[in-house]
């Protein structure tokens, strides 16, 4: 068996990579998603594929799924009846949040959605104090008189979060046991999902697990049924947040490490293409046609994190650094009422679309912008698959954004591209100027439907030196489920340890017996996997961590003492100072297992003709129409080098390359574009 498939499930199409070990075959197809039943979708575009390469189901050694159904049930809240039991007096902390408010001076802001109702929300007696221990024992008739108040009501599953839970989880054991025992219920605690601190953040982590967990748990069991159904006797893997792909029974149980599948493979290609093209630092993004989404590699890994976002809900679980800006090629212009010009966040999505789609779009969006500047043909959209409809285009731009700014239909256009490249640059900004780095020593690779055509133009702004077209951009997100590693994480307090060094290296140990189980339930040898530790610190007084790697080896006074250094290093990088004389609090002992997939190592068509070159006219900034060069992206043989202004027109995605650039066709025939 030779052939390894990835499957990338967006809103509108599902995209499907197809590699052959032995011939070094690439085959992309692209096949319509199929919501609500995503799953669908999947085994269409398998089907598809498998058609489409002549390949047998048995040849398939290799199945990997990047999802965004855990993704949309939180984003459209479809959150199963849950009950929540916990301590006395925090009935509401579901409610009342963290604090955090997203408009500072907004007295009308909108709270996060509470997820579970307050009739649902159940306190009972007993208490744990700072330390772990009692203070007051359980009350445990009172957590079954709970118990059967949810035996009446639609309530599918029970969360039990506890003050004090990850330093001592028995409270929430024997909870769950009564509670499994007298209702049959299924029972989950905080202390098994996100056994760390902040009551808020892990009641809501393990509130949005459990609920994702319904959703997925169905999902992914129809997948498995009918991938054996189409006689492919391999496992399916899953991307998960972190960059890494774990089975659907991971996948099922940490159903919150779903959330952002989809980008965070993006990021994984990202970086692959990157160490390629010999370029250790870069800046990926990933525009589709609602938003884009921004990750980082640096010195050739990619950037994480331990927490994010979503629908305005904090995600505590490891996961690739991801930030997403709203603006896509369907992204809508529009005048405010001082009259300035917006991009976004607002999309006119597949339905009805651009308005130069022809399916009933009124409103200016970028893609509609690109068009009146030439830079899409209305000829060979997707592959002439489309007719554009240039003169509603450009007819609905002259009225609502050209007349209104005082320009002509091309000068608005470029203002549209401007904005919505300007919120791009400001993005990239944030996550690099911000955290103590310069944009201007990472390359920027982009991908996307709509991402080629701008990056170029975001990489001048940026003062970026290289821009990095990958082969078959619209589906490169696929690409990374298959150069993606198997990868789980553990993680615990470290509050109990304080700074001893035998406390931290036994905390260590614990954490990676359990995670080498946890492979070993995958059966994957324990021997394959490398364990990397880290260290969340902070300074004494502080509220929250940066997250630094420990040293190899044993952990002693002089490792200890390398992680507090590697701190005060991270915090100076990140907030502009640091502070060696401060004392360093050990707040998060963490670790993760990586067993490496192997490659890709996809064969190139090399050709000895010349590529076919015509030529438009196209509009840009400071010298208007030029005469510009078209060639089709895939007759570009390794070697060529194209001066701009030109186009580069691909299957699925189109290249702007702008005057004084150049673009040159790598050994692995990815377009660089250097200025």
Known sequence: MTVRIGIDTGGTFTDV??????????????????????????????????????????????????????????????????????????????????????????????KPPMLISRRHRKEVPG??????????????????????????????????????????????????????????????????????????????????????????????ARLDKGILERDIDVPLNVMHSGGGIFGTQGATEAAIRTVLSGPAAGAVATRDVTHAEGYPNAIGIDMGGTSADVSIVREGEIVRSTSGKINDLPVNTPMIDINTVGSGGGSIAWLDAGGGLHVGPESAGADPGPICYGRGGEQPTLTDANLLLGRVSPENFLGGEMDLAVERTREIFETEIANPLGETVEEAALSVVRVANAGLAREIRRVTVERGHNPASFALVAFGGAGP??????????????????????????????????????????????????????????????????????????????????????????????????????????????????????????????????????????????????????????????????????????????????YRREELAPGTSVEGPAILEGAGSTTVVPPETTASISADGNVVITR
Do not use: W
Request: charged share 30%; hydrophobic share 35%.
């Open 453 to 630: 055509m701008q990056a170029p133009s975001v990489a001048a702004e940026l003062d970026v030196k290289a821009t990095i077209i990958p082969r078959n951009p619209g589906v490169f997100s696929a690409r990374g489920l298959l150069l993606a590693d198997m990868r789980m994480d553990e993680s615990r307090s470290a509050r109990a340890a304080g700074d001893d060094p035998d406390a931290i290296s036994e905390g260590f140990d614990e954490l990676i017996t359990t995670l080498l189980e946890r492979f070993e339930e995958q059966s994957i040898d324990p021997e394959t996997v490398t364990v990397e530790r880290s260290v969340d610190l902070r300074y004494k007084g502080q509220s929250y961590e940066l997250t630094v790697d420990a040293p190899d080896g044993e952990i002693d006074t002089a490792a200890l003492e390398t992680v507090r250094e590697r701190f005060h290093a991270a915090h100076e990088r990140r907030y502009g100072y640091g502070n060696p004389d401060e004392s360093v609090e050990f707040v998060t002992l963490r670790v993760n297992g990586v067993v490496p997939t192997p490659r890709f190592e996809d064969a190139l068509t090399a050709t000895d003709e010349e590529a076919t070159r015509t030529s438009r006219e196209v509009y840009f900034a400071d010298s208007g129409y030029r005469k510009a060069s078209v």
């Open 127 to 220: 208490r744990l104090n700072a330390d772990g221990e009692e203070v007051d024992p359980l009350d445990e008739a009172a957590v079954r008189e709970v118990a059967h108040e949810f035996v009446d009501t639609d309530v599918e599953s029970v969360v039990v979060s506890m003050l004090f839970s990850y330093l001592n989880p028995d409270h929430e054991r024997r909870v769950v046991e009564i509670v499994e025992s007298e209702t049959g219920l299924d029972c989950t605690r905080s202390s098994a999902v996100h056994p760390e601190i902040r009551e808020y953040d892990r009641t809501i982590t393990t509130v949005l697990n459990e609920a994702v967990k319904t959703t997925v748990e169905e999902y992914f």
């Open 17 to 110: 990579v197809y590699y052959d070990e032995e011939t070094g075959e690439v085959s992309v197809t692209k096949t319509p998603s199929t919501p609500p039943n995503f799953d669908q979708g999947v085994l269409n575009g398998i089907e598809k594929i498998l058609a489409e390469t002549g390949a047998d189901p048995g040849e398939v050694s290799f199945l990997s799924h990047g999802t965004t159904v855990g993704t949309n049930a939180v984003l459209e809240e479809e959150i199963p009846p849950l009950g929540l039991i916990t301590n006395e007096g925090l009935r509401d902390v579901l409610e009342i949040g963290d604090q955090t408010r997203p408009e500072l001076y907004n007295l009308q802001t909108e």
